[in-house]
């Protein structure tokens, strides 16, 4: 059903990559509102991706796979052991958007700052540190027939493709200003840092109140999301694309993805997927 393959055609990069040199960023936390910091570090051949968090005893260290996600609620949170660290996939998404393969991730606190709810920080820190080639292969996840999962209105399949292609289809009947909306591209660096980078996670009001009045999203707020009222959207500068919630829902997925551990080559449909549904498909891509 998949096979995996030794080479790099998904991006421009044909040989694995880390970067140049180390670079670091802070900020709040959506959802415990403590103040985190990132220092993401240049990593080995093979290492893969890996989170360490540097303020707890032992400063355990958690891989960026998919048998270290534990769940899944509005973000995706990896542990091992002792260790955790929450809303990994804006990050992930962005080293797998400009084609990173091995990084330590050193974290002080319980989650990834959120920044301004999109992953365009992390591409313009990226590209301050540099990208370094590393003299190995790429390992490449291609799918060879079709594979798909399903739960109640929830949908994803994964199709062969030489490449990695996207077509996701958000779906909220409920919001006056979303509705349906579609997007489909093919996954570059220069595609991801322009169309895909710049956008923010998205509530609907109504949704959002309640979730931080029971304080489930202290670092919450207008600075680190888009909020969407009836038919308006209450941000001040208003959304960056007319479509950037479906694009958004697009950036999460690549996230998930990437724990995967590995470049995905094939084209991913996506009918109204979040983050625990991207997960499952996922391993049932490793099946």
Same mark, same amino acid.
């Not at 949170?77 to 809303?87: A, D, E, Y």
């Not at 050193?106 to 540099?130: C, K, Y």
């Not at 006056?176 to 923010?200: A, D």
């Given at each position: ?147 798909? @999962?399903?739960? $109640?209105?929830?949908?994803?399949? &994964? !199709?062969?493709?030489? +490449?990695? *292609? %996207? ?48 304080? @489930?999203?202290? $670092?919450?707020?207008?600075?680190? &999301? !888009?909020?969407?009222? +009836?038919? *308006? %959207? ?54």
């Amino acid at each position: 059903m998949i096979k995996f393959n030794f080479r790099g055609e998904l991006t421009g990069f044909s040989s694995q990559t880390t970067l140049s040199k180390p670079v670091e960023f802070a900020g709040v936390g959506l959802f415990s509102g403590q103040h985190c910091s990132v220092r993401m570090v240049p990593a080995s051949v093979d290492s893969g991706i890996i989170f360490q968090r540097m303020d707890l005893p032992g400063k355990p260290e958690i891989p960026a796979r998919l048998e270290f996600v534990s769940e899944t609620p509005r973000c995706t949170r990896l542990m091992k052991g002792n260790g955790s660290v929450q809303m990994v996939e804006h990050l992930l998404s962005a080293l797998r958007g400009m084609g990173i393969d091995n990084l330590k991730i050193e974290v002080q606190g319980p989650e990834i700052p959120v920044g301004d709810g999109s992953a365009q920080e992390i591409v313009r820190l990226i590209e301050q540190a540099g990208i370094k080639t590393l003299n190995v292969p790429k390992k490449v996840l291609r799918i060879q027939k079709p594979v798909y @999962w399903s739960e $109640g209105e929830t949908h994803l399949i &994964a !199709l062969p493709f030489p +490449g990695f *292609r %996207i077509s996701y289809t958000l779906h909220y009947p409920h919001s006056s200003l979303i509705r349906s909306q579609y997007f489909s591209f093919l996954l570059t660096e220069q595609f991801y840092k322009f169309e895909i980078s710049p956008c923010r996670t998205f509530s609907l009001y109504e949704e959002l109140v309640p979730m931080m009045e029971k304080g @489930w999203l202290k $670092g919450g707020g207008l600075e680190n &999301a !888009l909020v969407i009222q +009836g038919d *308006r %959207i209450l941000n001040p500068g208003g959304s960056r694309f007319p479509d950037e919630m479906v694009r958004h829902k697009a950036l999460d997925l690549i996230g998930d993805l990437a724990l995967l551990g590995v470049h995905l080559e094939g084209h991913i449909f996506s009918v109204r997927s979040g983050h625990a549904a991207n997960v499952a498909f996922a391993k049932e891509l490793l099946k």
